[in-house]
T-cell receptor, first 116, second 112 residues
């Protein structure tokens, strides 16, 4: 099973709301990733967790706050977002942590976020 | 630093025709290269990957890609396009920190 699940599928929020995106995998993977994808653009890396520790933060604004409660779960907490943050948020996982350069990243279906 | 360039943001072929999507890479170390497909409003699905084991890589759905070091290329091909192949295709290279660095994508349209 190579499934990464993400909830919710769609999310609409106001600029003053607090919401969270959830990602889960049960493949025993030790690295998990958050990507942001704007329309007609490639995914852009936001955060990487390797062995449950934050290893990469691509200068993402603090209104995005990642959390990795355990090796199977990855959250992205959202607060005071701007309309330009509307995008598809993709989660991915890979087996051996960020040192596994040939490892495949498996992507979830994404959460379509709209900020009003 | 690693990077990939996809030539052609939009490719249109007729059903049954050859599909050729171009990707060139730049890397100071032996690259690990990937092709992903994305259908509308969905996540990315791996088509195939190059990890130096073989230069001709076969993937899912009849796609294959050939790694050519002399041309720094990793073009994606399929002998006969099907309507269901219409999607966005991304070439990617593994970065030094294990992250994927994507090209800008090529949208494939298939005409009946």
């Amino acid at each position: 099973d190579t499934e990464v699940t993400q909830t919710p599928k769609h999310l609409v929020m106001g600029m003053t709301n607090k919401k969270s995106l959830k990602c889960e995998q049960h493949m025993g993977h030790r690295a998990m990733y958050w990507y942001k994808q704007k329309a007609k653009k490639p995914p852009e890396l936001m955060f990487v967790y390797s062995y449950e520790k934050l290893s990469i933060n691509e200068s993402v604004p603090s209104r995005f706050s990642p959390e990795c409660p355990n090796s199977s779960l990855l959250n992205l907490h959202l607060h005071a977002l701007q309309p330009e943050d509307s995008a598809l948020y993709l989660c991915a996982s890979s087996q051996a942590g960020t040192s596994g350069r040939s490892d495949t990243q498996y992507f979830g279906p994404g959460t379509r976020l709209t900020v009003l | 630093a690693q990077s990939v360039t996809q030539l052609g943001s939009h490719v249109s072929v007729s059903e049954g025709a050859l599909v050729l999507l171009r990707c060139n890479y730049s890397s100071s170390v032996p690259p690990y290269l990937f092709w992903y497909v994305q259908y509308p409003n969905q996540g990315l699905q791996l088509l195939l990957k190059y990890t130096s084991a073989a230069t001709l890589v076969k993937g899912i759905n009849g796609f294959e890609a050939e790694f050519k070091k002399s041309e720094t290329s990793f073009h994606l091909t399929k002998p006969s396009a099907h309507m269901s192949d219409a999607a966005e295709y991304f070439c990617a290279v593994k970065g030094s920190q294990g992250n994927l660095i994507f090209g800008k994508g090529t949208k494939l349209s298939v005409k009946p």
